[in-house]
């Protein structure tokens, strides 16, 4: 279903997405408004294996394949490598024979491997081979003229590019035969994407799923330690360069029932490398495996005029970058008691930490957004932000008087207008409870943007999807 989208609400670009090698993290980076958007799944982490096989190991019935060359099939519970069943061929004569499964037409240029169980009797085979399809027509054959011991399963595996012009909807493996009445097996078939050969899938065993109907579609392992549907929320901490590690302010906590939850990080420094570790919470109050991934919200690149980030804390959406044009320097007042003491030419003194460092900033803004700049000021705790040359930290800070918008040029024509303030930093705002705020983005937006709820179900297929606007 394709995301609606409305041209004026600003949107997440670019789209590029990092996930956690566990797969239950996620983060994007929105470089509009220098933020993360986060995301975590412990529900559906991310595949680590897939089988194109749409009937793997014969399970029910031998729907899905098909049989090749001089020889009978049989479904059998005999014997299996997996499961309960496995294919039984008898050859008719001399010849190759054997079975095809049918996977997904897979185009040019992709690689798949193919990776079959056999066993095969002491005598009567002289050949094994594994082959890709295309209907009946045989794409390409790998031969295993090494044989297997025989009366045991051994597993032959194989790779092979998708050539120009053709498609491959079938794999397969044969035996070759001296004589009629020969016996040999065949079960677990995995036909992968790629030229890494995993473990066998298929949607029967303990951690794998179906993607359709049981042993009629493909299938993945997607094994999670996190125990999805006994969770409740999740805590995301971000760790900081310098290794400080503080809490996300959407993500202290945030909901994510059965393991599915969202935030937003507007307070990530900027041009240096972060750490994001996401941690479920279960029902009982006890807490699950974690899960970290690292980003970069890139800073205003050397050159651009409007290198100041200044964000409203409350309300992303009202943040806005300016240009620095009076930057005097910080200060950072002495915390000092002193006393004469008598027969010393030397006071006693006492003191205490200094204060933070604080500087009177000067911005120039255009015309259009010298209400937004007002409005922006006024909107309680800000948050300063530069590219990390400027060797200034980010500061959190209420403005105190401001002055401004002063023109610079004649009034009523002027091309851009000024302000200046101070920027002295106080604690971060606590983030314990807080609601997720997305710059753009809320209930209000979405009433606005759409007529009924059956349109918002109709253009988002998740909770998850609709917190952040299509993101997640």
Aim: charged content about 15%; aromatic content about 8%.
């Amino acid at each position: 279903m394709p995301m609606i989208v409305n041209p004026s609400a600003p949107q997440i670009t670019p789209p590029a997405r990092v996930v956690s090698p566990d797969g239950w993290l996620a983060a994007t980076v929105d470089s509009l408004w220098a933020g993360v958007v986060l995301s975590y799944d412990a529900a559906t982490p991310a595949d680590t294996a897939r089988n194109f096989a749409l009937n793997p190991s014969v399970e029910v019935d031998l729907a899905d394949t098909q049989a090749y060359g001089s020889s009978t099939r049989a479904r059998v519970t005999t014997d299996a490598r997996y499961g309960a069943a496995c294919v039984q061929h008898t050859s008719l004569g001399t010849g190759t024979a054997g079975t095809t499964w049918s996977i997904p037409p897979q185009g040019a240029g992709t690689t798949i491997t193919i990776s079959v169980w056999v066993k095969i009797p002491a005598s009567g085979v002289t050949n094994l081979l594994v082959n890709w399809r295309s209907g009946s027509v045989a794409l390409f054959t790998r031969n295993f003229p090494q044989l297997v011991a025989p009366g045991e399963w051994a597993q032959l595996t194989a790779t092979y590019t998708i050539a120009a012009g053709q498609t491959c909807d079938r794999v397969g493996v044969a035996a070759a035969t001296s004589a009629a009445g020969v016996v040999w097996w065949a079960d677990g078939c995995m036909a992968e994407v790629g030229s890494e050969a995993h473990p066998y899938v298929d949607g029967g065993q303990p951690g794998c799923v179906w993607d359709g109907a049981p042993n009629a579609s493909t299938s993945r392992r997607v094994t999670s330690t996190a125990n999805p549907s006994a969770i409740r929320k999740v805590r995301i901490v971000r760790q900081d360069p310098g290794g400080s590690i503080v809490p996300v302010r959407s993500a202290d906590t945030a909901w994510a029932v059965e393991g599915r939850g969202t935030a937003y990080d507007h307070e990530a420094p900027l041009g240096r490398p972060v750490v994001y570790t996401a941690t479920p919470i279960y029902a009982d109050g006890t807490t699950g495996p974690a899960s970290s991934l690292a980003v970069t919200v890139p800073a205003p690149q050397p050159g651009e005029d409007r290198d100041l980030w200044i964000k409203s804390v409350d309300e992303p959406g009202l943040s806005m970058r300016a240009m620095i044009v009076d930057w005097p320097g910080p200060s950072s007042a002495g915390r000092l008691d002193a006393l004469d003491a008598a027969g010393s030419p030397y006071r006693v003194v006492s003191w205490d930490v200094h204060g933070a460092e604080t500087y009177a900033v000067t911005v120039d803004v255009p015309p259009e957004q010298v209400e937004h700049m007002r409005e922006l000021l006024r909107a309680g705790v800000l948050l300063a932000q530069v590219r990390p040359e400027y060797l200034t930290p980010d500061s959190y800070f209420v403005p105190g008087d401001i002055v401004g918008p002063t023109p610079t040029g004649k009034l009523g024509s002027s091309e851009g207008y000024r302000y200046t303030f101070t920027v002295e930093p106080v604690e971060r705002p606590h983030t314990e409870g807080q609601r997720m705020r997305m710059p753009g983005w809320s209930y209000d937006t979405v009433a606005a943007r759409f007529a009924t709820y059956d349109t918002v179900a109709a253009s988002y297929p998740t909770y998850a999807a609709l917190s952040t606007d299509g993101v997640t």
